[in-house]
């Protein structure tokens, strides 16, 4: 069952912010919602993770919307390091990869 | 923080021998790990959850006998691939768990490539 709905691909400008959006409209109440990303060949390495509020850290802002049904990731200045499959995870405790977002970062 | 390790990064095995492969949480204990399996060009597949202390909860399809998990300390979880065959070439992938603002987070490690001949 997939719990999350990404755009299979995007490109974004180095230097620009890129917005990854991501639809989870049957999210119960106190599930988060996580992002990860996973560069080839690499561990998925942990983003940003909200329930409710909008949240930021060094590396992004999520953007999560008052019925919760959806969310967006912000990378405020993307990078060419930047360019990953971006995975948007509602966690239940276990966590369920779907295909994510592949993202390109271009020059 | 929340650093996880994997060791081998990388291991060529013949067919029929085993293999282990460990996950350390480096800066923080783990009461629970968790296994995965990617192929190429697929995405993460969960095959168990590895509990300090207790037996492992597989996935479905996933055969206990053959991948047999170890959870032995807060920071340490071991999956040996038994008998293997090529078929289980893959890269595997484990990640510890730990709550931060609320939620369970799973913190992974950077994965061991397992060729099998």
């Known amino acids: 069952d997939a719990k999350t709905t990404q755009p299979t691909s995007m490109d974004c400008a180095e230097g620009r912010a890129a917005n990854l959006p991501c639809n989870h409209s049957?999210?119960?109440?106190?599930?988060?919602v996580y992002w990860y990303r996973q560069i080839h060949s690499q561990g998925p390495q942990y983003i940003i993770h909200?329930?409710?509020n909008n949240e930021t850290n060094e590396m992004a802002s999520l953007i999560i919307t008052e019925d919760r049904k959806s969310s967006t990731l912000i990378l405020p200045h993307a990078t060419l390091r930047d360019t990953a499959v971006y995975y948007c995870?509602?966690?239940?405790?276990?966590?369920?990869f779907g295909a994510g977002t592949t993202v390109t970062v271009r020059a | 923080g929340a650093v996880v390790s994997q060791h081998p990064s990388r291991v060529i095995c013949k067919s029929g021998t085993s293999v282990k492969i460990e996950c350390r949480s480096l800066?923080?204990?783990?009461?629970?790990m968790f296994w995965y399996r990617q192929f190429p060009k697929q995405s993460l597949m969960l095959m168990a959850t590895?509990?300090?202390?207790?037996?492992?909860?597989?996935e479905q399809g996933v055969e206990k006998d053959k991948f047999l998990i170890n959870h032995a300390s807060l920071t340490l979880s071991t999956l040996t691939v038994t008998s293997a065959h090529p078929e289980d070439s893959s890269f595997y992938i484990c990640?510890?768990?730990?709550?931060?603002?609320?939620?369970?987070?799973?913190?992974f490690g950077p994965g061991t490539r397992l060729l099998v001949l």
């Open positions: 990640s510890a768990c730990t709550s931060r603002r609320g939620g369970e987070t799973q913190y």
């Open positions: 590895s509990n300090e202390g207790s037996k492992a909860t597989y």
């Open positions: 909200g329930l409710k």
């Open positions: 049957t999210i119960s109440g106190n599930e988060y």
């Open positions: 995870i509602v966690n239940d405790y276990k966590l369920s």
């Open positions: 800066d923080f204990q783990a009461t629970t």
